[in-house]
């Protein structure tokens, strides 16, 4: 489990939400999972009675601990992981999150963007010179940032 994993456990906890961790060795999963590369996120997240104003189904949630460039206020995610996960909300009927965590926040806010965003956006898409892999660029502006007392329902309005 990588660390900015192990600090969302604490925070959604803080939320009083249910969580679950989505094992990603390949031992523990199906043959067609990984011949199709469908990548898990790494939790699901339920909304319970007392954390919630609205019904709201489980969301799938893949964390990230990523770089941010403050002075283009953004992220990057490498474009073939999002092809993966999206075969997973695919695949379950799911709708997959990101929760991005920046070090130098001490794990106390986290910035949230869904998958159908990043994609339905249109966000520049650049390739690295180096690997020659393909990557969004998503700037901070675009995500909905929930701190450590800010309720999980802004994710919804």
């Known amino acids: ?13 803080h939320k009083g939400c249910p969580i679950v961790f989505l094992e990603q060795s390949l031992e523990f999963q199906s043959q067609t999972l990984c011949n199709n590369y469908i990548k898990r996120p790494d939790f699901i997240v339920a ?3 007392h954390n919630r104003s609205i019904k709201i189904d489980p969301i799938h949630v893949d964390t990230k601990e990523l770089s941010f460039d403050e002075k283009y206020q953004t992220f990057t995610f490498e474009t073939l992981e999002l092809q993966g996960l999206r075969r997973w909300q695919e695949a379950f009927n799911a709708y997959i999150w990101f929760a991005i965590a920046i070090k130098n926040f001490g794990y106390k806010t986290w910035f949230w963007i869904s998958l159908n965003d990043v994609i339905a956006k249109h966000f520049d898409i650049r390739k690295n010179g180096g690997t020659g892999k393909e990557f969004y660029v998503i700037k901070v502006e675009n995500c909905i940032t929930i701190g450590w007392n800010d309720t999980l329902n802004k994710l919804f309005y």
């Open 47 to 49: 909304f319970t009675r």
């Open 1 to 13: 489990m990588e660390n900015s994993e192990k600090n969302f456990i604490v925070y959604i906890d």
